[in-house]
């Protein structure tokens, strides 16, 4: 199994910055996308951005031009920079891995879930 442990959460004034962190450990495995969902009460898990090996970013219209998604692949990390923050934007956020440990299938691993609280 592979596991994704997040940091990086917290309490953020409007219009401040954060930075969420996200590690992969386990097994001997391949990390294929990275990425990071989010999600508020009541309403579904949404995209907020991902990454691919090659450094190709997708991005979800509630962040662009405010959130940089990075990796660090000799790490297996993902890293989330959140800047010029907005109550909108305050959210449990999961990141996420399509995974492969050697000899079994491809799969997506979830973290556990930081939240992002922005208020004044």
């Known amino acids: 199994q592979v596991q994704l442990v997040e940091s990086g959460g917290g309490l953020v004034q409007p219009g401040g910055s954060l930075r969420l962190s996200c590690a992969a450990s386990g097994s001997v495995f391949t990390v294929y996308t990275m990425g990071w969902y989010r999600q508020t009460p009541g309403k579904r898990r949404e995209l907020v951005a991902a990454i691919t090996p090659d450094i190709t970013t997708n991005y979800a219209d509630p962040g662009k031009g405010r959130f940089t998604i990075s990796r660090d692949s000799a790490k297996n990390t993902v890293y989330l920079q959140k800047n010029s923050l907005e109550p909108e934007d305050a959210a449990v956020y999961y990141c996420?891995?399509?995974?492969?440990?050697?000899?079994?299938?491809?799969?997506?691993?979830w973290g556990q879930g930081t939240q992002v609280t922005v208020s004044s």
């Open positions: 996420y891995a399509e995974v492969k440990i050697i000899g079994g299938p491809r799969y997506t691993s």
